[in-house]
C-alpha cells in the first residue's frame, strides 16, 4: 500500500497541473477568439440580445457597447466574468449549432461540425461563432479537441496567430479597504453563480434541441 500511494502522489499532481495548462489555453481561445472580433460584429451581437441577455451581459460590463465588453474581459479573465461574457453573446449562436447538429449534438465529429460552420458564419458572423466554439473548448466540450484543431487550422474558422502579451498583473488585495475587499469577493461570487447558469442553460438548450 505505501509502494502505490508514493507513486500516487505524482501521478495525480501531473494530472493537476496538465488540467490547469488545458485550462488557461482553453481561455486564451476565448480571449484570442474576443480580440479578433471586429467591433461592428460585437454592436451587432449586442443590438440582437434580449432584455435577459442583456440584462446578463450588464452584469459583467460597465457599459454594453464593444469597449464595454474588451474592458470586461481584460478585468475577468481570472474570476469567470471572460466566460460568462462570452456565453451570453454566443447564445443564440450555441443554440443553433446545437439544432443543427440534431442527434450528434453532444459529440460532433469533425465533418459534422464543417457541415454546420458556414450557415452559423453567415448568420450571426465569423467572429461570434469563433468565440461560441472557443467557449465550448472552455466549457470541457466532448468535442474540444476536434474544435481546438479547427480553431487553429481550419480555413473557415481559424483564429489568427496568437499575439505576444505581456501577463497581466496580479492584483495587490493588501492595500484594499475592507470594503473593496467585500465588494471585490461579491463580484466573483456573482461571475461564478452566472456560469454556472450559464452551463445550465446550454445543457437545458442540448437537451430541448435533441427532441424537437
Given at each position: ?8 502522489g ?17 481561455l ?12 461592428e460584429?460585437?454592436?451587432?451581437a449586442?443590438?440582437v ?10 452584469s459583467?460590463?460597465e ?11 481584460q ?60 467557449g465550448?473548448?472552455a ?20 483564429l ?53
Open positions: 500500500m505505501r509502494l502505490r500511494s508514493v507513486g500516487h505524482p501521478a495525480v499532481a501531473s494530472r493537476a497541473v496538465n488540467q490547469m495548462k488545458n485550462r488557461m489555453q482553453a486564451g481561445l476565448v480571449d484570442r477568439a474576443i480580440k479578433a472580433t471586429p467591433d460584429e460585437l454592436a451587432a449586442i443590438e440580445l434580449d432584455d435577459e441577455h442583456l440584462e446578463g451581459l450588464e459583467f460590463v457599459e454594453a457597447t464593444p469597449g464595454g465588453i474588451r474592458a470586461g474581459v478585468s475577468g479573465r481570472i474570476d469567470g466574468g471572460m466566460e460568462a461574457i462570452a456565453a451570453i453573446l454566443t447564445d443564440a449562436c450555441l443554440a443553433e449549432c446545437i439544432e443543427e447538429l440534431g442527434d450528434h449534438a453532444d459529440n460532433p465529429s469533425t465533418d459534422q461540425l464543417k457541415e454546420v460552420l458556414p450557415g452559423l458564419v453567415e448568420k450571426h458572423g465569423l467572429g461570434i461563432t469563433q468565440i461560441m466554439l472557443a465550448t473548448v466549457g470541457d466540450a466532448p468535442a474540444s479537441a476536434i474544435i481546438r484543431d479547427l480553431l487553429k487550422s481550419d480555413e473557415l474558422v481559424a489568427p496567430k496568437a499575439e505576444s502579451t505581456p501577463t497581466a498583473p496580479v492584483l495587490d488585495t493588501s492595500k484594499r479597504s475592507a470594503d473593496e475587499q467585500a465588494e471585490l469577493r461579491a463580484k466573483r461570487k456573482a461571475a461564478k453563480l452566472a456560469k454556472k447558469e450559464a452551463e445550465r442553460a446550454r445543457k437545458a438548450q442540448s437537451a430541448a434541441a435533441r427532441h424537437r
